[in-house]
């Protein structure tokens, strides 16, 4: 008898998890993500739409994401905070937005001269980025994965060329920052212009320049009709947005969503790294065409090497700030270093090569 009140008890045991685990697969969850962005805007709202039709395919509609846009929760800077508090389970944005409230953030966005897109996603799932970067966000009750890259971003529309240093003294520009505080140090007024008024601000001199993000997202606002000269990068060679996702609302979910839900933001992650090389390429391909007037330029060299120590000294200052920050520069410093010697002798050496037969 005893034995059979055990084994009884034991198959009840049994059969009451197994009953608990298929009422947790039945459970439906719906989870409500609060973006930056308005509606429908391109790319990185492609990029949040795809993230959340991969959830609910995968899920087989178990897991559904419910997009909010920036008109919706009218909070388009307060998505840190709204995630944090759990009035949104997910956020997307960019880390480096949160830079005034936690300065750690800043550095899982892209830093000035620091690493392209394939470099920093090997820092992020390969090397100690994606821990870094836990780290960081954990005591604000929130877990953060990379959001989709916009590759190199392109380095700002400018009325009058820049030939030497003394140009940029007193010029007026939108660029945020931590490129906006390196252009600061070599005498530029950097300022931030909500993208509605960008156009208007450069039209009407309000501002001398204006960094925006490529020829995608720069063309549909126009600036090829008032600007001439279209500068190369350094200042976001890689920008990663950013998901987000309330610590709790995440413990909540059982192994299997969560797997879905991790696999799905790595896919629309990178997807929007490929969908931003297609469509910068199909923006561009005819601006010779339609906007002759415009001319690709390099910044000139004094200019480059006086932002480079600039750079170096802000980042000194940055790092000296506490110990996570120490080590998040010194990881990016040390991965970067390794990671551009491979890079230097394949996808550079490779351009070079081509560059030399064409
Ligand atoms: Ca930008």
Known sequence: MKIRSVLSAAVL??????????????????LRLAETWGPNFPIFGDTTKEFAKLVEEMSDGRLRIRIDS????????GVFDMVKAGQYDMGHSASYYWKGKVPETLFFTSMPFGMTALEQYAWFYYGDGMDLMQEVYAPH??????????????????RKEIKSLD?????KMRIPGFAGEVFAEVGVSPTNIPPGELYTALERNTID???????????????????????????????????????????KLPSDLQTILKT??????????????HENAEAWANIKKDYPNVQIKNFPSDVFQAMYDANKKLLKEAAGKNDVAKRIVESQESYLEKTRAYTDISERAYLNTMAEVE
Do not use: C
Not at 141 to 158: A, D, E, H, L, V
Not at 167 to 171: A, M, R, S
């Open 264 to 277: 799905a933001m790595r896919v629309s992650a990178y997807d929007m790294l490929v969908l931003s090389q």
């Open 70 to 77: 920036a008109n919706k929760h009218k909070s388009p800077f």
């Open 167 to 171: 140009d940029l003294q007193g010029l």
């Open 13 to 30: 045991a049994v059969a009451t998890t197994f009953a608990a685990t298929q009422a947790l697969a039945q459970e439906k969850f719906t």
């Open 141 to 158: 009750n929130m877990i953060s994965f990379p959001g989709g890259n916009t590759g190199i971003q392109m380095g700002g529309w400018f």
């Open 209 to 251: 320049a204006v960094e925006w993000v490529g020829p995608a997202l720069d063309l549909r606002l126009g600036f090829q009709q008032i600007a001439d000269y279209y500068y190369t990068g350094w200042h976001e060679p890689a920008t990663e947005l950013q998901f987000l996702v309330n610590k709790k609302v995440w413990e």
